[in-house]
């Protein structure tokens, strides 16, 4: 029989991070600190809103794009937040924003543009630009440089070939944020290389440090710039699955051509509940932000009292302490910390390469949780000292 597979996708590795939370299903009293999860319920209002669309009866396939009164609120929300100006027809609603992630790929690629990831970073934007036909150039990012990517490593790493900069930010893993000054200075590396930017901003609203800064308000970007977001994050909506993009005619037009032929529309329910989310939902957003700055400051007290080496994260919901110092790999240390003390993190080497030597730590869990993972983590460290 002839091998059914493609020979691209059985060189794709699979996530790294599922490796973990398979074992963890299986053990009792073990903790997970790994997914990148809220553990808030999705605010009542937003669920009654869908509660409400199915006893209206409203079953029916929406527009490829997405409902015209989502795609009015999201528009409305991102000159709200971000004083950015557009219409409802440059917007489309995807599957989660890993759909909208894909579908800029594959809408821009041809076999052999190069598109640069910084590192450590989310786990799809390597295997999506792969399966579009992309070759992947990852820049990695460093610790002295708060894992922000600087203007220097951007230029040194483009080449005649590359035509896509991804800039996730705030990152997961690492909690970094860009702020005004840095996508300033790599705006002009951009422009200066007539580079296309999709900037993955799912984390948006998890900002602690000043307000969020997106790179299509600097000037010249926004007709640059493929802008993703969602409702999973922010609104505690991950099962609701449902994300969005805003980016220049040229290109939407053909994304919305890929999701046509390959989702139709994303799923109605949580699209009219996601009108809510945006017209009514600020408030529960601040809320949970807060509480998530109170989980991010009690954990790297914790961490400072065990002597673990952290970089003090300013968004997501994700820390990512250092344990060079224990002469253990990243999944060494993770597989004997499950296996010693029942507490699931991720290695950081789950991220890139460059995360070797580090953990994934969320705090998307309560601090009754976090007080008691943190403690067997304590006294883990106590006998690796």
């Known amino acids: 029989m002839r091998d059914p597979l493609s020979k691209l996708i059985r060189t794709i590795p699979p996530s790294g991070i599922r490796k973990f939370f398979d074992i963890v299903s299986e053990m009792t009293d073990a903790i997970s600190l790994g997914v990148g999860e809220p553990d808030f ?3 009542w209002h937003i669920r009654e809103e869908g509660i409400y669309s199915l ?12 409902l015209k009164e989502l795609k009015v609120e999201i528009t409305r929300y991102l000159k709200r937040r971000q004083q950015l100006v557009y219409s409802p027809d440059d917007v489309i609603v995807t599957v989660g924003g890993s759909e909208a992630i894909d579908i800029a790929l594959r809408a821009m690629l041809d076999p052999g543009d190069e598109v640069l990831i910084p590192q450590p970073s989310y786990v799809s934007y390597v295997p999506c630009t792969q399966l579009a036909g ?15 990517l600087t203007a220097d490593e951007l230029e040194e790493a483009i080449t005649d070939k590359t035509k896509i900069l991804v800039l996730p930010f705030p990152n997961n893993p690492t ?5 005004r000054k840095d996508l300033e200075a790599i705006a002009k590396v951009i422009i200066e290389h007539d580079l296309y930017v999709i900037s993955d901003e799912i984390y948006s609203e998890l900002t602690y440090s000043g307000e969020h800064v997106s790179i299509a308000s600097i000037p010249g970007m926004q007709e640059r710039t493929i802008l993703i977001n969602g409702f999973s994050k922010a609104y505690a909506m991950t099962g ?17 051509k890929i999701h046509q032929f390959a989702i139709m529309c994303a799923p109605t329910v949580s699209q009219y509940a996601a009108v809510e989310a945006l017209s009514k939902g600020d408030g529960e957003v601040r809320k949970m932000r807060e509480s998530y700055d109170q989980r991010r400051r009690f954990l790297l007290e914790e ?23 224990f002469g253990m ?20 080497t789950a991220f890139g390469a460059c995360g ?3 953990l994934r730590i969320s705090y998307a869990y309560s601090i009754e949780d976090l007080k008691l993972a943190l403690g067997r983590i304590g006294e883990f460290v106590r006998t690796l000292n």
């Open 55 to 66: 006893e209206q009866g409203r079953t029916f396939y929406t527009s490829n794009a997405g």
């Open 303 to 325: 961490f400072s009292k065990m002597g673990l080496d952290c970089f003090t994260p300013y968004g997501a919901f994700y820390a990512f302490p250092s344990i060079k110092r």
């Open 356 to 358: 070797e030597g580090f």
């Open 134 to 148: 992309g070759t992947p150039v990852i820049i990695e990012l460093k610790e002295e440089n708060e894992f922000r």
């Open 175 to 179: 909690g970094a944020i860009m702020e």
């Open 41 to 43: 319920d999705t605010p």
């Open 240 to 256: 609701w699955r449902l994300g969005y993009a805003v980016a220049p005619s040229r290109i939407l037009e053909q994304m919305v």
């Open 329 to 348: 790999t990243s999944e060494e240390f993770a597989e004997r910390l499950l296996r010693e003390q029942k507490v699931a993190v991720v290695p950081g």
